[in-house]
T-cell receptor, first 112, second 113 residues
């Protein structure tokens, strides 16, 4: 069973905030939420991750609900270069972790 | 500049002709991994390595080999390529075994005729 659920596609106007939702209702207490993006067949790029507190870096903000069952990635001022597939991943920090498992993600299209 | 470098970026080959896709990282990362990406199937892990001389199978290892003789290099070997190995391949690395942040290469697009 998939650990995360994301809408397959979204549009956003250039210059506006892009809010990408992710449901992870079965998340465990020791699992983090990661976000990556992949721009047209390039290698995926790490964006941000968090456990339960909201996080912000130079690329984006991550808002995690209090019950941790869902989260939202916010790109505050989307540009055309933000058009990409965005992956929400749930994974525990572990010294024996094998991989990050990528689902199908959300295709974000930023419109001029 | 911190990076993961793959070569070749593009390759067309024929069935049965052995080939190697190289992967090198300059960040002294312990963890390295290979993924393949196919339409409708997403990213699937082929092999991974937790450190030098430590490798293990991922979800789709059949038809592939890897080695980790040096920390920086993690080549992917196709001993006898077949058309079903036509795919986009990505190498990735992480500073530690917890895989907190994966750094990906730019990808190698392989076509097997």
């Amino acid at each position: 069973d998939a650990k995360t659920t994301q809408p397959p596609s979204m549009d956003c106007a250039e210059g506006r905030a892009a809010n990408l939702p992710c449901n992870h209702s079965t998340i465990s207490g020791n699992e983090y939420v990661y976000w990556y993006r992949q721009i047209h067949s390039q290698g995926p790029q790490y964006i941000i991750h968090g456990l339960k507190n909201n996080e912000t870096n130079e690329m984006a903000s991550l808002i995690i609900t209090e019950d941790r069952k869902s989260s939202t990635l916010i790109l505050p001022h989307a540009t055309l270069r933000d058009t990409a597939v965005y992956y929400c991943i749930v994974q525990a920090f572990s010294g024996s972790a094998r991989q990050l498992t990528f689902g199908s993600g959300t295709q974000l299209t930023v419109l001029p | 500049e911190a990076q993961v470098t793959q070569n070749p970026r593009y390759l067309i080959t024929v069935t049965g002709k052995k080939l190697t896709v190289t992967c090198s990282q300059n960040m002294n990362h312990e963890y390295m991994s290979w993924y393949r990406q196919d339409p409708g199937l997403g990213l699937r892990q082929i092999y991974y390595s937790m450190n030098v001389e430590v490798t293990d199978k991922g979800d789709v290892p059949e038809g592939y080999k890897v080695s980790r003789k040096e920390k920086r290099n993690f080549p992917l070997i196709l001993e006898s390529p077949s058309p079903n190995q036509t795919s986009l391949y990505f190498c990735a690395s992480s500073a530690d075994r917890a895989i907190r942040e994966l750094f990906f290469g730019e990808g190698s697009r392989l076509t097997v005729l």
